[in-house]
């Protein structure tokens, strides 16, 4: 079982990071362009989705003007293209 000692440990090894405000600038575009997710950011960078996502509401241009952002799976999209192709054809 585990001693209250052992999480005191744990706890002052922990390191806090902080990101500059150009970095976070940089991850929101590349969000913003689909070249990332929020997921795959907070994963390389060990920072939690929360965070990731005060930089969005921080730093994005799109969420500031109000524009709301699509996210479709591509499987989806070509699934939409296909069936208007067909559409087209009838």
């Given at each position: ?20 405000d150009s970095f976070k600038r940089k991850k ?63």
């Open positions: 079982m585990a001693k209250p000692q052992d999480f005191s440990k744990e706890v002052s090894q922990r390191v806090n990071r902080y990101f500059s929101v575009r590349e969000i913003e362009r689909n070249l990332t997710t929020v997921s795959e950011v907070s994963k390389e960078y060990e920072v939690s989705t929360t965070a990731v996502y005060k930089w969005l509401d921080k730093y994005s241009r799109d969420r500031k003007r109000g524009v709301k952002q699509v996210v479709e799976l591509m499987s989806d999209t070509r699934k939409i293209q296909d069936l208007k192709a067909k559409i087209r054809e009838l």
